[in-house]
């Protein structure tokens, strides 16, 4: 049976946020500080903290890196990536997930996604997050992604260039070419950051899998909200689907039905 995960995003998702819910499951940080220094990049740091939303504990995941002088493109990303010892399967999958972000940055500003900067995503903690929740996903197991529907909050948020409507222009071109189900929601935040839905867009199946369930994990955000600002994630083994049920029940987003093994 392959081990899956199951991100049931009740208040969103972001890098951090789901780094948070993986080292809540279990993923040891010097395993995780062990992979991401295979990238060979300096100043970056990465820390957990025990917290409380809500009366929710779970794990915050402390990314920290300077303010980069230089702005990163796709391409120079896309170097620190093949030029680490890496294995190529989190290669393969972070430069997925950095290229589907440029893109959906690249056609809110209208132009292509190799011309993009990577400030919108603070370029050096946006590699952390990105490259330490896929090799953590491979240092975990899991061979297959699911996420639930997507709650997009209101209101506005502050970006490089100025203020930009709720949800972030690139969240929502992200979540439209992934086909992702979303539900209406006022929360007056930005629940689903542009690096949660690249990498949900890149590597999950939106919908709830039949699993025997065997851990559970909650990843923090960085602020206290009205509800529980917490990502939960659900690790365990795939059962089998029967086709029927599976057919009849998620036909209307086919285009999600695509199976996205984690290879």
Known sequence: MSQVIYFDCFSGISGDMTLGALLDLGLSLEDLRAELAKLQITDWQIANRQEVRGYIAGTRALVTAPEQEQHRHLSDVR???EASTLSERVKRQSLHVFTLLAEAEGKVH??????????????????VDIVGVVAGLELLGVERVFASPLPLGAGWTRAAHGWLPLPAPAVLNLLSAAGAPVTPDMTPAELVTPTG???????????????RLSRVGYGLGKRELERPNVLRCWLGELLDEP?????????????THEHKPLS
């Open 79 to 81: 170097s620190i990536i």
């Open 110 to 127: 209208g132009y292509p996604a190799e011309e993009v900067h990577f400030h919108e995503v603070g370029a050096l903690d946006a590699i």
């Open 197 to 211: 839905a690249a990498l949900l867009a890149a590597l999950a199946d939106f919908r709830r899998p039949p699993l």
């Open 243 to 255: 086709q029927s049920h599976a057919h009849t029940h998620h036909h209307e987003h086919t285009r």
